[in-house]
Structure formats: structure tokens, C-alpha cells
């Protein structure tokens, strides 16, 4: 997908999607739910579960820079996030709780090869499905519907999406996709349009008052928001779609299956709902339930 310190978010193109939550209400105030670990699991003809299953744990491939998203804690070294909870729920439902998961921060260049070599039992971590990563993993999902926004203060009422951006400041990093559409779409002007080379500086600079957006993956977005919910919010009107999914070894149909029917049983029966919650539902922004596309 594209090219970025800091990666995210999402999906679904023409499918008919379920909102929930309410704008400006955070819902970070509830905890992420416990997840009960399932016993006496089967995933017939999965070479990955057998792995899992001899090694006695689960190893996860994640991100560990994303706020909100997947995040590594420098002292405690815990991980947290809207994709660490995901991974946590589909590691329990395969029968494996908190303490039988060995996660590893994988970045976005070596996913593929970490998945091909089996270094990982499957991928969580802002991973855009697209025809190309086919060729050589496998994904469940999508998990997470978002695209390209913009985060501004929270008291500035006058960006109000792409189009309002003219004679605006935008930041994003150096050679990403999002700056590079507000390049090719004139959406400001080239002098206006301000270059760095990861996520956070941009976000310092619009709190400094430097620059008035910064734009990219609106699930990235809602992570720094939702350190800062006073300060900043995300404009909500996403000008791009990707789909996040879980990155799965290539033939290991099975494993898919079973990931796809967690992740269905998630969405529908609630959890998913409240992991968002817990975690991007802190920004105060509303979510969007994905819909599956197994294939």
C-alpha cells in the first residue's frame, strides 16, 4: 500500500458498512475486554496450526510504533492497541491465552518474507489486502475499515475535509502516498505543503501551530488523537479506502477459514465494538464495522 514510518488503516469499497459508536464521545474509559480462552480447538489441514500447537504458543508478527494501533511501552515493554487487541483475540479463540503469545515487531518491508519463512503465525499490523501481497501471503479480513485523512486541532472548525485545504499548511511524511495525493490533486498549494520524516514530528508541528493538518491512514490518526483528545481530532471524511487484514501464510486455506470465522463472530456478536473502544474509540472518532471478503 503505501510508503510510511507509521502505517494504518482501511477498507471496503462499495460494501454496505454498520456504523457504531458516537462522534465526540470517547470510549476509551472502558477497558478492553478479557478474552475467554478456548479449549480442545481444531483447525483440520492447517500446517501452521500444528506448528502452534507442538511449539506450545502462538508468535505474532505486529507493529510496534503506532500508537493506539500496536505499540511497544519502552518501560514496561507491554504491547497495546487496537491491532494487538485483535491479534489477542484471535490467539485466545485458537485456544492460546495472554501468556502463550510471543509477539514480534515486524516492519511493513519484511512482513511478507516474516509470514513466507514462518517467523510468525500470522500478521497484525495496519496490513493492507491488495492482489500483489496475494501472490504471496494469504489474508483473513478485512478487520478494520479506514483512509487517508486528516487530523487537525480541535478547535479549528475550518478544514472540514480534502477540499477546504487550500492556503492550509498540510504535513506528512517524506515520500508517502497521502502527501503525494495532496501533490497530484492540488488539494494546497506546493508551498504550503510541508515534508518530514515520520508521523510524530508532524503532529509536533501542528501542536506548535506550525502547520494546520497532517494527513495520512485515518486509523494512524486516531491513535495520536486519542492521546490528545483535547488537543487534536480527525476531520472524518477519509479521501482513500484501504483494508486491513490478517497476513496469513499463503496456502494455509484452513487457518484463513478459522480467522475469518473469528473475526465474523467478533464483529457481529460485539467485541469488536468494544476493542474499538478501548483503544482508537479514545480519539472520540466513530468506527466503522468492516464486512469480510473471503475468497
Not at 35 to 64: L, M, P, W
Not at 107 to 124: F, H, K
Not at 178 to 187: A, D, F, S, T
Not at 188 to 197: D, F, G, H, K, P
Amino acid at each position: 500500500m503505501r510508503v510510511r514510518t507509521l502505517a494504518v488503516a482501511l477498507l471496503a469499497g462499495g460494501l454496505a458498512l454498520t456504523a457504531c459508536g458516537k462522534e465526540g464521545t470517547p470510549g476509551g474509559s472502558t477497558p478492553a475486554p478479557t478474552q475467554q480462552v478456548a479449549t480442545d480447538v481444531k483447525v483440520d489441514g492447517s500446517e501452521t496450526f500444528k506448528k502452534i500447537q507442538a511449539r506450545g504458543k502462538v508468535v505474532i508478527g505486529v507493529k510496534e510504533d503506532q500508537p493506539g494501533l500496536g505499540y511497544k511501552d519502552p518501560t514496561s515493554g507491554k504491547y497495546s492497541g487496537f491491532d494487538v487487541e485483535i491479534a489477542k483475540l484471535i490467539a485466545a479463540k485458537l485456544g492460546y491465552g495472554d501468556d502463550k503469545i510471543e509477539y514480534k515487531a515486524i516492519a511493513s518491508a519484511g512482513r511478507e518474507q516474516a509470514l513466507i519463512n514462518g517467523d510468525v503465525d500470522y500478521y497484525v499490523g495496519t496490513y493492507t489486502i491488495n492482489d500483489k501481497r496475494k501472490q504471496q501471503v494469504s489474508f483473513a479480513g478485512p478487520y478494520f475499515t479506514a483512509g487517508q485523512d486528516l487530523l487537525v486541532k480541535k478547535t479549528d472548525n475550518s478544514i472540514t475535509g480534502p477540499e477546504t485545504l487550500k492556503g492550509k499548511k498540510v504535513c506528512s511524511v517524506t515520500g508517502s502516498t497521502p502527501i503525494q495525493k495532496v501533490k497530484n490533486e492540488g488539494l494546497t498549494e506546493a508551498s504550503n505543503i510541508v515534508e518530514l520524516q515520520n508521523y510524530s514530528q508532524c503532529v509536533q508541528q501542528l501542536e506548535q501551530g506550525a502547520v494546520d493538518a497532517v494527513t495520512t491512514d485515518d486509523a494512524i490518526l486516531k491513535g495520536y488523537a486519542a492521546q490528545q483528545p483535547d488537543v487534536f481530532k480527525v476531520v472524518g471524511k477519509p479521501f482513500s479506502k484501504e483494508p486491513y487484514g490478517i497476513g496469513l501464510a499463503k496456502d494455509d486455506k484452513a487457518l484463513r477459514t478459522k480467522v475469518n470465522d473469528i473475526l465474523e463472530e467478533a464483529i457481529t456478536g460485539g467485541q469488536w465494538e468494544s476493542i474499538y473502544n478501548a483503544t482508537l474509540g479514545k480519539s472520540g472518532s466513530p468506527a466503522t464495522k468492516p464486512v469480510l471478503e473471503r475468497y
